[in-house]
């Protein structure tokens, strides 16, 4: 999900409800103006919703914990098969070949918790893709990367490729629950 947030001018304001990368590679504010106006070529002070950007990357780390769980307590044919992240929840998409049982779902939130309580450093580096490949980076099957790639690596417990945000440490997660698990396909 995009950031939220405001542009301000002077006493001018443009409420920033999503922002987007267009197709060229610029970043566009997506939004409206709640008070004054806002001209092409003015110079503004951006200011991001710290608090939901905070929720969002808890979240996205969260997400990189879990896969490595999930890859742990089912086996390495786990794989994500998409998700969703927001300031709210994190959904994970994954294959696996049968229905996950309550004690594996138990054994799973249990070590993701064990993850946030080890305080772990989370470390983003821009790298080649072969030293991101050579140092075990786990990539998403289909998706195109380039030469250089961005890695997020928290400890030994997920290395993964990655362009969002993410807490400095695990510790800042605080606590990570399963509310539910089922399945939106045959082998997901």
Not at 8 to 34: N, Y
Not at 56 to 74: D, F, G, M, W, Y
Not at 155 to 160: K, N, Y
Request: with cysteine; glycine share 10%; net charge negative.
């Amino acid at each position: 999900v995009g950031d939220t947030g405001r542009l301000t001018v002077g006493e001018s304001e443009f409420e920033v409800l999503d922002c987007k990368k267009s197709s060229l590679g610029h970043w566009m504010h997506i939004g409206r103006v709640v008070k004054g106006v806002v001209r092409c070529g003015d110079t503004v002070n951006a200011e991001v919703d710290a608090a939901r950007r905070s929720a969002i990357k808890r979240n996205h780390t969260s997400a990189h914990l879990l896969q490595a769980a999930l890859r742990e307590v089912l086996g390495d044919h786990v794989r994500q098969a998409g998700s969703y992240v927001d300031e709210n929840y994190m959904r994970f998409d994954f294959t696996h070949f049968e229905a996950v049982k309550p004690e594996e779902l138990r054994a799973v939130e249990a070590l993701v918790n064990e993850k946030i309580l080890a305080g772990i450093p989370v470390d983003t580096r821009v790298m080649s893709m072969a030293d991101a490949q050579q140092m075990g980076a786990m990539a998403l099957f289909g998706e195109k990367y380039g030469d250089v790639v961005r890695v997020v690596r928290c400890g030994d417990a997920s290395i993964e490729f990655c362009g969002g945000t993410h807490v400095a440490n695990t510790s800042r997660i605080g606590l990570f629950h399963i509310v539910s698990e089922s399945s939106v396909a045959a082998g997901i």
